[in-house]
């Protein structure tokens, strides 16, 4: 990929610090909350994907799309939204971006550019292609990144929607977040290669590889990807090799037999930590220490502040369970009764 | 007949079930330019006149990826546009129900009412025709089960376009299963751009005060036939055409079994957990007071739809059918 030179001024790389730091903060939060019991269901946190994300989100403009995964804690952030109602939602509270209809699987705000959070396998990758679509019909410039796994890559809509993206040269980037592992099925069991990004070619697009632990790397390649775009030369595949440090999701039983070695997931959190690798960048870039503790604070702070207005806020109630099924509910709700608003 | 509709002060047009498909289509993609359409080999099966009339940005013919293409339109109905997805026969709703059931049907509610998707999927019901199994499903029931979408199922050039122009103008996702039994039929359509038929509203279609007869969708050609000669016999059929399976207009059902006392339901689907079961709870437990006679479901069996004529043939209702079930309740 030649002929783009894009960086990141200071101002944005402090502001891609800040973004993967909430991430990180975010997320580290949310689990000990999970194990307290304060957040319900299941929670798939996005540390050590936080450089694949911001990396891809910062080469965005804030009215692009975006539609992401079950693992959705970090999409938003990425994208630059509130940490007040995502941490509200994943509680279940009223005040959540969602008001306690999405939770963990489905932090989708739609202000930031979000599309939703699909935690069906692959489903938002045709979402993102439609709005695509709708923006080459509109003529508003606009690009649309979809996130998915390596796992996703195998579902009929990554093939399908590649090879329609193709055809019509829809202003898409096709982001795969490959963290190698689709739960516990590594990719080498569930692909006939390892290479996400070659079946680019069957479909007739570009397909990069990029280190997705670089958020360098990551934005830069993700930049030349939109550009293609908004230029109208169509979709890119591009393939983030990244790790998940935390289980598929917290505290998840894997069983006896091991899918992954502790010593390979020792490597990626002592070596391969986006966060501590950026920040290392920063510091010999032209940061000082004391810039970046300031970023620190402020990003512990936030996520302090988060949580504060999440545990004060109100749980919904139940006479509010119907609201938003329809735009224009007609006869609706029928029944039953004792659930009437 | 349109008792539940506007007056159209208009001049009308005859014309075919299928041929107020097109025009719906046309006048709405006229009217607004948001509105798009999209499937599978549109001009072989009817929509050659709308790609006619539109350029290759208003609509899109798509590979054979209905799944993909399906929530692309989803994907364009939350970001602006307001696309009609064709889907062509009815049992290839199946491989696009994830996007249908899973996204179009839940974004809404799922963000809390931050997204909304206005578009439309429509579908045909192709049987009675030695399709067998896989081109021959009348899969309505199976939707109605899905929350956050409305399905409608219109038995008349009119109805179809007024129905259809609705669904177009309407913010939530609209699923239109239209049936093949009326493909051929013409009827007098009002030509005004604005004439629509509510969303969520029955229509009597033929009055009575003896029985009520509930026909969905092409169970309803039967169910008139069966009136006409009830009615040379001197038997008062009152036949109720819902129109809208979601939201089904409860009211009108329940005013007319009000009058009668006794209640039919027609329904080409399968017998379990079909359209007219819905209406036989619905009406047992709201209207129970009202029935002089046990509710009689007239209903295609639990049995795949074979190829051979003398096979296909005598699952459906049938005139003969619904005139002898009228008779049993009197």
Request: hydrophobic fraction near 40%; aromatic fraction near 8%; charged fraction near 20%.
């Amino acid at each position: 990929m030649v002929g783009i030179a894009v960086t990141l001024d200071k101002q944005q790389q402090l502001e891609a610090y800040r973004r993967m730091l909430r991430i990180r903060q975010f997320e580290e939060a949310g689990i000990k909350l999970f194990k307290a019991g304060k957040i319900p269901g299941a929670y798939h946190a996005s540390i050590g994907q936080e450089a694949a994300i911001v990396g891809a989100c910062m080469a965005l403009r804030s009215d692009d799309y975006i539609t992401g995964t079950h693992r959705s804690h970090g999409h938003p952030i990425g994208k630059g939204a509130q940490l007040d109602g995502l941490m509200a939602e994943l509680m279940g509270k009223v005040t959540g971006i969602c008001k306690g209809r999405g939770g963990s699987m489905h932090l989708a705000d739609s202000s930031v550019g979000i599309l939703g959070e699909s935690a069906i396998v692959g489903g938002g990758i045709p979402i993102a292609a439609g709005a695509a679509m709708s923006a080459k019909v509109r003529g508003s410039g606009q690009v649309s990144l979809t996130f998915f796994g390596d796992g996703a890559s195998n579902q009929g809509t990554f093939h399908e929607t590649l090879n329609m993206a193709s055809i019509w040269k829809l202003p898409v980037i096709f982001f795969c977040e490959n963290n190698q592992y689709a739960v516990s099925t590594s990719v080498q069991e569930s692909h006939g290669q390892p290479d996400i990004a070659k079946r680019a070619a069957g479909y007739g697009m570009p397909g990069e590889i990029v280190d997705g632990q670089d958020i360098v790397a990551v934005y830069k390649t993700t930049c030349a990807a939109v550009e293609r775009a908004r230029r109208g030369e169509g979709p890119t595949l591009v393939e983030a090799k990244t790790y998940r440090f935390d289980e598929h999701s917290v505290g998840l039983n894997v069983g006896s037999e091991p899918y992954r070695s502790s010593s390979e997931v020792q490597m990626y959190i002592q070596h391969r930590d986006p966060v501590v690798l950026y920040r290392r960048v920063l510091l010999e870039d032209s940061f000082s220490e004391t810039e970046i503790v300031a970023v620190e604070k402020e990003v512990t702070d936030t996520v302090a502040k988060a949580i504060t207005f999440a545990e004060q806020s109100p749980f919904p109630q139940l006479v509010e369970v119907y609201q938003d099924m329809y735009v224009n509910p007609i006869n609706y709700p029928a029944t039953p009764r004792e659930f009437r608003p | 007949m349109n008792t539940a509709a506007p007056k159209c002060v208009n001049t009308h047009t005859r014309m075919s079930y299928m041929e107020a498909i097109v025009q719906a289509q046309i006048e709405e993609m006229q009217r607004d330019e948001r509105v798009i359409l999209m499937g599978e080999d549109l001009e072989i099966y009817g929509d050659g006149k709308v790609l006619k009339a539109f350029g290759s940005h208003r609509v899109w013919s798509t590979p054979i990826s209905e799944n993909s293409f399906t929530g692309m339109g989803v994907g364009a109905a939350m970001t602006g546009l307001r696309p009609i997805v064709a889907l062509s026969i009815a049992s290839f709703m199946y491989l696009a129900s994830d996007q249908i059931i899973n996204q179009a049907g839940k974004l809404r509610y799922m963000t809390g009412g931050q997204m909304k998707v206005p578009a439309v999927f429509r579908c045909s019901m192709y049987y009675g025709g030695s399709v067998a199994a896989q081109h021959s499903d009348r899969p309505y029931p199976m939707f109605m089960n899905a929350p956050g979408l409305k399905v409608i199922a219109p038995t008349t050039p009119a109805d179809m376009k007024g129905l259809l122009k609705s669904a177009i103008r309407d913010d939530d996702p609209v699923l239109v299963f239209e049936d093949s039994a009326f493909w051929a039929g013409k009827d007098s359509v009002c030509d005004d751009p604005e004439y629509l038929v509510p969303i969520g509203k029955a229509d009597v279609k033929h009055a009575g005060t003896d029985v009520t007869v509930v026909a969905i969708s092409g169970a309803m050609k039967a169910a008139m036939s069966a009136a006409n000669e009830l009615k040379l016999q001197g038997i008062s059929v009152e036949v109720v055409d819902p129109r809208t399976l979601v939201p089904l207009d409860k009211d009108c059902i329940i005013e007319s079994v009000a009058k009668t006392g006794r209640l039919v339901l027609v329904d080409n689907a399968n017998r379990t957990c079909n359209a007219a079961a819905e209406i036989a709870a619905t009406v047992a437990e709201e209207a129970f007071d009202y029935l002089r006679k046990p509710i009689r479901r007239l209903s295609t069996p639990d049995v795949h739809i074979p190829f051979s004529p003398t096979l296909e043939k005598p699952l459906f209702a049938s005139k003969d059918s619904i005139v002898a079930a009228v008779k049993s309740l009197l």
